[in-house]
């Protein structure tokens, strides 16, 4: 049969009877193994999800600290200004499953999460490190604290949502701190906006004091 001697057909069929149950297995076992992985990685994004949006309203909280109890009046003077509201961590070991089930780009921006923490450290670090830094300028400290905490947020925002829109899960905690960081945003640029208009005026000021 098809120009195969008697040898060649016993031989090809004792592989025919081996071959198949080992390719079946084989088959079997890759859909198992890609169904556990889709599993394990469905599994692990949700808490992902969950982690971040809390992290995400950490940032918020510190991003709408203005160095004051709010519960109280505004301080006349930067000097009465301090820290109110503590820096979030960002801590993944609470989260369970296997990582490597998690694509790589995923797994560099929830590390980058960390080194944006570290950066703004290093930001205020350098500010208050400054030698011409004293309690005066506390209220631009508390402004670039806000603004960098509220980059970061927005930052784990996006991928919260990135996570969700990849593996399409519809997680719904009937709040967003994206809203709240938003708002912190727009509130620090009109401090900044009005920050900006005083120095104009009083330029104008002193240069129509100077005689011409």
């Known amino acids: 049969m098809f120009g195969l001697t008697s040898e060649e057909a016993a031989f090809y069929g004792a592989v025919a009877v081996v071959g198949t149950p080992l390719v079946f297995n084989a088959i079997k076992e890759f859909c198992f193994d890609l169904k556990k992985r889709n599993a394990e990685r469905a599994y692990i994004s949700v808490q992902l999800v969950f982690l971040l949006d809390k992290f995400a309203a950490d940032c918020a909280e510190v991003s709408w600290d203005r160095g004051f109890d709010e519960s109280g009046p505004e301080p006349d003077s930067p000097e009465y200004i301090k820290v109110q509201v503590q820096p979030p961590e960002f801590d993944m070991s609470a989260v369970k499953g296997e990582y490597k089930y998690l694509e790589p780009s995923l797994i560099y921006r929830l590390q980058s999460i960390d080194v944006e923490l570290l950066k703004v450290k290093q930001r205020l670090r350098e500010m208050t490190s400054n030698p011409n830094f ?21 930052t784990v925002v996006q991928l919260s949502a990135d996570i969700r829109a990849k593996l399409k899960i519809d997680v719904d905690h009937g709040w967003s701190p994206k809203e709240s960081l938003l708002r912190s945003k727009a509130h620090i640029w009109r401090i900044k906006s009005r920050g900006a208009l005083r120095r104009m005026e009083r330029k104008a000021k002193n240069k129509m004091r100077l005689p011409f």
């Open 134 to 154: 004293g309690v005066e300028f506390m209220d631009k400290y508390i402004l670039l604290r806000r603004e960098l905490y509220a980059d970061v947020g927005l």
